[in-house]
């Protein structure tokens, strides 16, 4: 027994004798790791940021972005197109001489089963709501939507005589270019994906894909794309893919891709430290900045744009009666239109610190934007006034909310944040702070709640006051604007605020490609909303990564915030190493 | 003793379905709404929650999910892994291996070490040598895991650079995984029989970190137990006639002690090896380890209720498979236990 257990103690002891030094990752090698497993390969059902920073690697779009520009695009798998029809007909002419991983070259057909496929499927879980609003006028499938039919889906994406891919629209979306930049609208190996099993790209069995979540499908196993990599093997250890030699554009420098799945954030940060990890997911700014700034082989990049919004929201018509406490001006509850008188709503939004949550959420590296559209976005305007926190002018506000009687009563307020969301939950704790210190009789009650919980409540009008946020789609300030603002829009039940001037112009720029007209428009809802104060703004964060020093291409000029998401801001193939 | 066997057999669908019927009992304590949340990434993702709750049933009876489950499962079909993004089934299949392969590198060396560290403490009673193991029980039983996984990756590979860091393999050897022909699906073990030895000791050399972590915690428990189990031996009525008998020092301790003091180690030793096989869920997820736990644990966090169902099913064929040998074993061993 005592010889065995030495012999088990010796054997650890000289495999560990057995090391050599750590060397670090090879010039022709990348590896990354990240918390969490790729849901998915499979382009049609690419709706995360994990899945799309690889996905956007093996497989190509029609358009992409130039450069670190989110507003001009410019062509990938096509090498022009025509906007006719009053904007509603896109011709695309298609680059030739291109292979797939499979071997197989690229046609109009591979494109036309591309987008078919994602109209016909249209799953819940997927992103392609965003793309069949565009072409088939509604976000639905056709089990959701008995109007689409295999006729309209297949007139909306044809290949004409010329081979070139046609577009049609029901009607004008100045947003649709930008959408056929997102990686889940990447082009497809029809013979592949018929092979492997997944859709034959006609009618005769399209009914039986429709709806269906493909996160696991065929496709997603075996992979076959354009892209500069080629999937080699996905495991429970890490996702490899290496450079595609038959690949069209250039040659990269980088021949392997490793991305490996390290979940505990200590383990990541050696790695990183060690050289054995040229990129990381590093945990956030504070992380960055207390553990990686500063050591030796880390360089960080920092001042990067942010793509987010996020707000408070103010509800003008609750409907959930145990969340108005008394449900009257009482001092003990408020009424489900609180939030109605215009008063109310300025005196929250010149309560909030803006400041103070710049200097302790986000480390003094925030900055307080204009609208609730990234300020990088096309149609952002700079010139909008915004609130600051002013106890004179927000005392001011709730003297004349409600014929005084907010003042004179009081109120109690509940409100919400996502549960594990520290920024959101510090953001309610500012104002509530700096609320009940205007007045005794005001109280704020905030309350924690599970994120389902605080979807489904929220989009039912039950939630007083939530905070929450929203990510792009695609580079357009549709994206944002209209989910925000109009009375249409995906957010419209979580405050209710209706505005027939905003609703106007929203229409209008949706129904324009005119870009100086729509930034007008944008302009004009960004002033009206100041005034209206439906949203408390949430100052946004500035974007900032951590990479290795020998790795070349990473840059805040390259960075592209709508490529590869937090890790680099560009493709692999545009990345070397020294 | 074959009857004893086939009975235990018989139990394994039993406790199967009694488990299922109770986690998909306690999954529908969600709302389908939550349950929904484990389909979706994002906010705009959101916005198709009462389509998601619609095409997958999630507002159906208990009944109806119940059997569709069970439907499913018994033609083979575990449902579909949000958690690892493939189906249930072949998660398993890839997974269990490796947490097979942890346990093999782990479980012995605990009960052997624990073993003799018990015993030599108990032979040293209030000796040095036994206040020493006793610290040392102490601080490996009471090292919260995690701390002590982080410790040993920070000193051990940050540090001194001595061991490789998380994860199964060194980057230069993934592309060659591919190559090895898979026998058990034991990465260290399928390397060995394709000749690949640089691949073996690989995969060796990154078993050692999570493997200590486990053998410094579990071992302290077998110790500690070992210990108080060989004081209490050294004081019955046989060892005493054993000395009187005029047996050697050594045999009475290491032959009559220390045979009677093992019984409780093989019930807890059946407790280790049930604990690892079903994945040693932090372990695993300070090391990258893709095994079972590290799975499991994304899983739940996930609200992956398909994942969740299907360990469960592993680990109830585990405990009765474990507990069955366990048994057996301590039969063997205790010639006054019989089952028939």
Known sequence: MKKVALLSSLLLAAAAVTSTAQAAVARDTLVVQWANDVPTLDPAATYDTASGAIVENIYETLVTYKGASIRDLEPLLATKWAITNSGKTYTFDLRKNVKFHSGNTMTCADAEY?????????????????????????????????????????????????????????????AFLSKLAYAGQSVVDRQHAIKVGEWKGTEADWKNWIGKDLQGSNLNKQPSGTGAYRLVRKDANAILAQAFPGYWGKKPAITNVVIQKVPELAARQQAFLRGDADIIETGGRANIEEQLKGKPGVVVVDGLPNTSATAIFMNEKIADASRLGSGKLDGRGIPANFFSDVNVRRAFAYSFNYAQYIRDVQNGKGKQRTMLLPDTFPGYDEKVKTYKYDAKQAEAYFKRAWGGNVWKNGFTLNVSYRAGAVASQTAMEILKKNVEALNPKFRVNIQAKEWSAMLNDSKAGKEPMIIIGWAPDYADADNFMYTFYSSNGYYFPRNNWKDASVDKWLEQARSTTNAATRNRLYSLVGQRAYEQAPFVLIP???????????????????????????DTGTYWKELSKK | ??????????????????????????????????????????????????????????????????????????????????????????????????????????????????????????????????????????????LPTFVLGIVLLAVLYGYLGWLPGAGQLEVINQFAVGDIRRYTGMLGVDALLNGRFDIALDVFRHLIMP????????????????????????????????????????????????????????????????????????????FAYPGIGQWVVQSALQLDVPSVLGFALLSAIIVVVVSTLTDILYGVVDPRVRFD
């Open chain 1, 114 to 174: 591309t987008f078919e496929r994602n109209l016909v499927t249209n799953a819940a879980e997927s992103g392609n709501w965003f793309f069949s609003e565009s072409l088939l006028g509604t976000g639905a499938n056709a089990n959701d939507d008995k109007s689409i039919t295999w006729a309209k889906i297949d007139r909306a994406v044809e290949c004409n005589r010329a081979g070139q891919l046609v577009f049609t629209l029901p009607k004008v979306d100045p």
């Open chain 1, 540 to 566: 946004a964060g500035v974007g900032i990564i951590a990479h290795r020093d020998n790795l070349v291409g990473v840059s805040a000029r390259a960075y592209n915030p709508m490529i590869s998401f937090d």
């Open chain 2, 1 to 142: 003793m074959l009857n004893f066997i086939v009975r235990r057999l018989i139990q394994i669908p039993l406790v199967m379905l009694a488990l299922s019927v109770l986690i998909v009992a306690l999954t529908m304590l969600l709302t389908p709404a939550q349950r929904a949340a484990g389909y979706i990434r994002s906010d705009q993702q959101a916005a198709q929650l009462e389509r998601i709750i619609r095409d997958r049933g999630l507002d159906q009876p208990f009944p109806v999910q119940y059997g569709k489950w069970l439907q499913s499962t018994l033609s083979g079909d575990l449902g579909f892994s949000k958690s690892s993004g493939q189906p249930v089934l072949e998660t398993i299949i890839e997974r269990l291996p490796n947490t097979i392969e942890l346990t093999l590198v782990t479980a012995i060396p605990i009960i052997l070490i624990g073993v003799w560290l018990g015993t030599l403490s108990a032979l040293n009673k209030d000796r040095f040598i036994d206040q020493a193991l006793r610290v040392f029980a102490v601080l490996g039983y009471s």
């Open chain 2, 211 to 286: 493997a200590l972590t486990l053998i410094i915690v579990s071992g302290a428990t077998i110790l500690k137990v070992m210990r108080n189990n060989m004081l209490e031996a050294l004081t019955s009525d046989y060892v005493r006639t054993a000395r009187a008998k005029g047996l050697p020092e050594r045999t009475v301790n290491l032959k009559h002690a220390r045979r009677n003091a093992l019984l409780s180690i093989i019930t807890l030793g059946g407790f280790l090896i049930i604990g690892l096989l079903s994945g040693s869920i932090i372990t695993e997820t300070i």
